[in-house]
C-alpha cells in the first residue's frame, strides 16, 4: 500500500513551518529558524534522527539553534581573531567567542529568517525549498560586503531526506565558500533504546591538530588507537567526552557500494540510521557537549577549522571561492537501515 505523501505549511509552537510526508518518513523544517529540519522521524521503524523534543520551548529552539535538529552553517566552526583573508580582500567579523577563544564562529545564515519559496508534492516525494538573500539589509554585511543568495532544497521520499544547500555569488568580487552542518544526532534515536548502546562508524582518514583555542595548526595526525574506533565502528559518540575532534573524511562501503558518510547504530538492536555526505565535504568535526546530554554532533564541513588564514593549499583545506555570478551546491543525505 503507498505510503502517504504529503507536504504542508503548520504552525509549530509560533513557528511557521514546512511539514513533509513521504515514504514513511517525517520531516519538519522550520524556515525561520535558518531553515533548519527541526524532526526527521522514520515512522516505520520510530526512529528520531535529530535532537527533538515536544517539551523544549520554541524560544529555545531558536536560542540553541546549534544543539536541536540539523541547522546548516555558511562559514563553519572558527576564524581566528574573526578574520577571513580571501583572494581579493580581508574581512573583519566580530569575535563572538570571548578570551581566551577569541574566534568568530559559525557564520550567521543559520541565525536569519529564511524565505519558503517551494512547497510541492508529487505520487513519491515531497519538497520544500527555501532562500536567503544576503544584501545591504543583514547587520553582518558592515562586516561582510559580498551579496549573495543562499537556496535549500529539501527533498523527502523512501530513499530518506536529501538536502541540496547552494550559495550565488551576487557580488563583483570573490566570495569564500565553507558549508557545515551543526547536525544533533539524538541518543538514543530509537524508541525504548539506551545511550549506552549507540555506536558510530565513520570512515577518519587522518586527524587533524587543534591547538588550545581549538584552531588548526597545519598538521595532520596519524590515526592512534583511540582514533580508529571511529573508523571500526567500536567509538560510543554519545556517553563518553568528546570535544572538537576534527578529521580529515574518507569513504567506506555501506552494503557493499561506496559510502561517503557515518553509520550510526544501536548495538543490542540492530537500528541503523545512515548519514550520508557530498565528496565536497571533506572534514569531521565531532563534538557532544562533554557528554551524556542525549545527543552528539557529527559535523560535516567543507573545509577546515580557520581555512582561510591557513598558510596551507586550498587543496589542502578544502577553501574554495566562487566568482561573480558562480554557483556551489552541496548534499547531504539521512536514511534508516536494517
Known amino acids: 500500500m503507498p505510503k502517504e505523501v504529503s507536504a504542508k505549511k503548520v504552525d509549530y509552537k509560533g513557528i511557521a513551518c514546512a511539514e513533509l510526508r513521504a515514504g514513511g518518513y517525517y520531516a519538519l523544517i ?7 529540519v527541526l524532526r526527521l522521524y522514520d515512522e516505520n521503524k520510530r526512529l528520531d534522527f535529530f535532537r527533538f523534543y515536544e517539551n523544549v520551548s520554541a524560544e529555545e529552539l531558536k536560542q540553541k539553534r546549534e544543539v536541536y535538529g540539523f541547522p546548516t552553517l555558511y562559514l563553519p566552526n572558527r576564524l581566528d581573531r574573526g578574520i577571513l583573508k580571501t583572494s581579493d580582500g580581508v574581512y573583519h567579523f566580530p569575535q563572538n567567542e570571548k578570551a581566551p577563544l577569541n574566534s568568530y564562529i559559525h557564520g550567521f545564515l543559520h541565525r536569519r529568517e529564511h524565505k519558503l519559496v517551494k512547497l510541492v508534492q508529487n505520487d513519491v516525494s515531497a519538497v520544500a525549498s527555501t532562500e536567503y538573500v544576503y544584501d545591504e539589509n543583514d547587520p553582518m554585511f558592515l562586516y561582510f560586503p559580498l551579496k549573495f543568495k543562499a537556496e535549500i532544497n529539501y527533498i523527502l521520499s523512501k530513499n530518506g531526506l536529501e538536502q541540496f544547500f547552494s550559495i550565488e555569488n551576487l557580488s563583483k568580487k570573490m566570495l569564500p565558500v565553507g558549508i557545515g552542518s551543526h547536525t544533533a544526532i539524538k541518543a538514543p534515536f530509537d524508541d525504548g533504546g539506551k545511550a549506552e548502546d549507540i555506536r558510530i562508524c565513520l570512515p577518519v582518514g587522518e586527524r587533524i591538530e587543534l591547538d588550545s583555542r581549538f584552531l588548526s595548526t597545519g598538521r595532520f595526525l596519524p590515526l592512534a588507537e583511540y582514533d580508529l574506533r571511529y573508523r571500526n565502528g567500536k567509538a560510543n559518540p554519545a556517553i563518553p567526552p568528546v570535544d572538537n575532534e576534527m578529521y580529515t573524511a574518507k569513504t567506506t562501503l555501506l552494503n557493499g557500494e561506496p ?6 547504530s544501536n548495538v543490542r538492536t540492530g537500528k541503523k540510521i545512515c548519514y550520508e555526505i ?19 554532533c557529527p559535523e560535516p564541513m567543507t573545509w577546515m577549522v580557520n581555512a582561510p588564514n591557513l598558510e596551507l593549499s586550498p587543496q589542502t583545506t578544502g577553501y574554495r571561492e566562487i566568482p561573480p555570478g558562480g554557483r556551489f551546491t552541496a548534499y547531504q543525505h539521512f536514511f534508516s537501515a536494517d
Do not use: T
Not at 30 to 36: C, E, I, R, T, Y
Open 30 to 36: 522550520a524556515p525561520p529558524v535558518g531553515s533548519s
Open 259 to 264: 559510502f561517503h558518510g557515518a553509520v550510526i
Open 278 to 296: 557530498g565528496e565536497e565535504y571533506k572534514f569531521w568535526i565531532l563534538w557532544n557537549e562533554w557528554g551524556g546530554k542525549g545527543y552528539f
